[in-house]
């Protein structure tokens, strides 16, 4: 393998994505909505879930009807998280368009940043779960009538890489069957 080839490749997947954004500078207050407990208790929501999913496998071996139970009352924490990111939508603003990765996040901005500043981003993925995430700009060039910007993520607790792989396994996955999927032909 070359030298090149080995400068290519990338340490993280990354796919397109469509996500509610807010950007603040790290000396800057973020949005009090955002800062409140309800965002961060979106992103714990789902991590617990997370953590919670083979024991409910391995739960449903052994008692069918208190695995259906524990299920009816995943399903209700989810329509209660799904509410709260609602309301967290309404809060950040439009979704955009990124390239999201475990490692950072891409995206077209209206104005120029930095490179090296440190800001703090509050991201809803897909709807339902939750992060804010301390980043730093590390690639910032004009294009159209925006500018492209690269962040890094910097210090990510485990709970929030597990989210972010997550969120991306699922939107790969999500991606491939669709990709799959025989196009229906109209007449």
Known sequence: MSNLDIDERREY???????????????APPNALLDGPGFTLLGELHALESEAQHLLRALG???????????????????LSQALARHLLSGIG?????????????????????????????????????????AKVVHCQAEGDGHEIGFEFM?????????LARHIFQKQALMRRLAREPSEERT
């Not at 997947?13 to 000396?27: F, G, H, K, P, Q």
């Not at 299920?71 to 924490?77: A, H, S």
């Open 61 to 79: 071996e052994r008692n069918r009807t208190l695995a259906t139970y524990l299920k009816v009352q995943n399903r209700r924490l989810d329509i």
């Open 13 to 27: 997947y990354r796919i397109e994505d469509r996500v509610a954004l807010e950007m603040t500078s790290a000396v």
């Open 155 to 163: 210090a990510l607790t485990e709970a929030q890489r597990q989210l």
């Open 94 to 134: 439009e979704q955009r368009d990124v390239i999201l990765s475990e490692g950072g996040i891409r995206l077209t901005n209206a104005v120029p940043l930095p490179i090296g500043e440190d800001m703090t981003l509050s991201i809803v993925l897909g709807g339902t779960t939750g992060l804010q995430l301390a």
